[in-house]
T-cell receptor
Framework: ETGVTQTPRHLVMGMTNKKSLKCEQHLGHNAMYWYKQSAKKPLELMFVYSLEERVENNSVPSRFSPECPNSSHLFLHLHTLQPEDSALYLCASSQGRQGNQPQHFGDGTRLSIL | AQKITQTQPGMFVQEKEAVTLDCTYDTSDQSYGLFWYKQPSSGEMIFLIYQGSYDEQNATEGRYSLNFQKARKSANLVISASQLGDSAMYFC?????????????FGAGTRLFVKA
């Protein structure tokens, strides 16, 4: 496999459920990202991990909990979500913070909260 | 203030014609990178082209070229010979090397419709 792989592609859950989104990158990158994309809003950066350490946390509610066990895997643990959390969640990776390095994105997980 | 502005929510272009998608940016960092991404309806974000703030030549990648006007802080994407498969959302983005950390700032996007 190559690139950035996200699972599941679609997820429907109730507000009291607990679920996890998974992201795996096969590009040898050392930085990984979670973004939220809601309708008619720009991409919102949620978390950044560099070398398995969290380096960015953009005031994301605690019901979202990221985990980065190694440089190839990134998880987003979800619990007690709200309807406004329904969105497309995109994972990305890049080679460090070099300004000329693009981020490579996965296909996203489309999350619907009932 | 918005750092990336894409003023065209939607654009139509006839197949085989060229189209320009506008992007203006705002930064005080002297070193930055500008990117364009394509997002088809399936959801994945596809990197298209990159322009560095110190690059003197406009970037080109196949049918994509970036019209970089540094003094005007604009980085417009030009797609030549449009194809039906070019119908998608297009996002302009910026990374500020000295002040931005790991952040990439995205614009609101432009939806491009290619007509047969």
């Amino acid at each position: 496999e190559t690139g950035v792989t996200q699972t599941p592609r679609h997820l429907v859950m109730g507000m009291t459920n607990k679920k996890s989104l998974k992201c795996e990158q096969h590009l040898g990158h050392n930085a990984m990202y979670w973004y939220k994309q809601s309708a008619k809003k720009p991409l919102e950066l949620m978390f950044v991990y560099s070398l398995e350490e969290r380096v960015e946390n953009n005031s994301v509610p605690s019901r979202f909990s990221p985990e980065c066990p190694n440089s190839s895997h990134l998880f987003l643990h979800l619990h007690t979500l709200q309807p406004e959390d329904s969105a497309l969640y995109l994972c990305a990776s890049s080679q460090g913070r070099q300004g000329n390095q693009p981020q490579h994105f996965g296909d996203g997980t489309r999350l619907s909260i009932l | 203030a918005q750092k990336i502005t894409q003023t065209q929510p939607g654009m139509f272009v006839q197949e085989k014609e060229a189209v320009t998608l506008d992007c203006t940016y705002d930064t005080s960092d002297q070193s930055y990178g500008l990117f364009w991404y394509k997002q088809p309806s399936s959801g994945e974000m596809i990197f298209l082209i990159y322009q560095g703030s110190y690059d003197e030549q406009n970037a080109t990648e196949g049918r994509y070229s970036l019209n970089f006007q540094k003094a005007r802080k604009s980085a417009n994407l030009v797609i030549s010979a449009s194809q039906l498969g070019d119908s998608a959302m297009y996002f302009c983005a910026m990374r500020e090397v000295n002040t931005g950390g790991f952040k990439t700032i995205f614009g609101a996007g432009t939806r491009l419709f290619v007509k047969a």
